[in-house]
């Protein structure tokens, strides 16, 4: 079975946030929404789930604290004990407001770097990956949402969205 999905141009950003609130509402399906710069409240407005970016950027700062300590434990503790200033290097307790810059930095190495591989991975965005934006135009001043027409009569749903506000609508087979 072929998925239908219709293709409605918008030309204005608060056109299309009302035009998502009333689609919604009709019970149709968004796919995707291709925008030239981000919307504010349009994730909402679809019904997005937040994002849980924060939280694995929490738990890579930990990772980058945890190998902050063990390296510095291991290289000035244990490996290669150093008498800095007449101050010898018995414990880590001890030395470890000397390593807290050393922490800090590894902390926000780690949290930055690793929040981007993920992005990155999450967003399936790839090296020399081809580009699936449908349309061009929405990488300069245009607005295009892919509704979801499989289960539905296509002429309503023209009607609809060119109700809504669309300036074009294309059926894609």
Excluded at 94 to 108: D, G, H, R, S, W
Excluded at 153 to 160: A, R
């Amino acid at each position: 079975m072929a998925s239908k999905v219709l293709h409605a141009i918008y030309r204005d950003d608060d056109l299309l946030l009302q035009a998502v609130k009333q689609i919604r509402e009709a019970r149709y399906h968004i796919g995707e929404i291709y925008c030239p710069f981000p919307v504010h409240g349009l994730d909402k407005a679809m019904g997005l789930a937040p994002t849980r970016l924060a939280i694995t950027s929490f738990l890579y700062g930990l990772v980058g604290l945890s190998v902050a300590v063990a390296m510095m434990n291991f290289i000035m503790i244990e490996d290669w004990p150093q008498d800095i200033g007449g101050k010898p290097s018995f414990s880590f307790i001890q030395n470890m407001p000397a390593f807290v810059p050393i922490m800090f930095e590894l902390t926000v190495f780690f949290a930055a770097h690793l929040m981007v591989i993920t992005f990155y991975m999450r967003s399936r965005l790839w090296p020399f990956k081809k580009a699936e934006n449908p349309d061009v135009r929405t990488t300069d001043d245009l607005f295009l949402m892919e509704v979801d027409a499989a289960n539905h009569n296509i002429d309503d749903l023209t009607d609809f969205l060119y109700k809504t506000g669309a300036s074009e609508i294309k059926l894609i087979e």
